[in-house]
């Protein structure tokens, strides 16, 4: 699938087949965020890959906005380091890896944005880190409409050369 086209499918999952992924798949799903540019290439994040079903279970019932994480073939916690640019930077290594899993036919969401401060004893995660995201992946249990999105049109959202002027 192209780049464009991985992009402009890509919808949240939130109910999984019960299907392993692949060794291979997530390798190349957390390969995508490792290798996702970093502000000054500080690289200010830490990823825990989490399979085991129990743990999986113990993650969606301490996510509030993420019980399906229970149903997902395994999940990744993103930590990051206390600097400026770790928001941004550890966004953009979790959008790496849903466009690599949704390019993989592996569906992903989302969960959280901070407050899973309880996830950190049962993973081990050291306090000086901050976690900021679950996301859980999974074989997606049903077609979803291969990019049916809805969305505000170009024209309100997009100008050219200043604010308000129409890009055609």
Do not use: C
């Amino acid at each position: 699938m192209s780049v464009f086209d991985t992009v402009r499918t890509v919808l949240a999952v939130r109910e999984y087949k019960a299907k392993e992924v692949p060794a291979d798949v997530v390798r190349r799903i957390v390969e995508a965020a490792r290798l996702t540019a970093s502000s000054i290439n500080g690289q200010p994040w830490h990823f825990i890959i989490v399979e085991e079903r129990d743990m999986l279970k113990k993650l969606g019932s301490l996510a509030r906005t993420g019980p399906y994480i229970a149903q997902a073939g395994l999940a990744v916690v993103v930590a990051i380091e206390d600097t400026k640019y770790a928001e941004s930077d550890a966004s953009r290594a979790i959008q790496s890896m849903i466009l690599t899993a949704w390019d993989e036919g592996v569906g992903s969401n989302w969960v959280g944005f901070y407050g899973l401060e309880q996830v950190k004893a049962p993973l081990g995660i050291p306090d000086e880190l901050q976690v900021i995201a679950i996301i859980p992946f999974g074989y997606p249990t049903r077609d979803l409409g291969a990019g049916k999105k809805k969305r505000k049109p170009l024209s309100e959202v997009v100008s050219k050369g200043k604010y308000g002027t129409p890009f055609q």
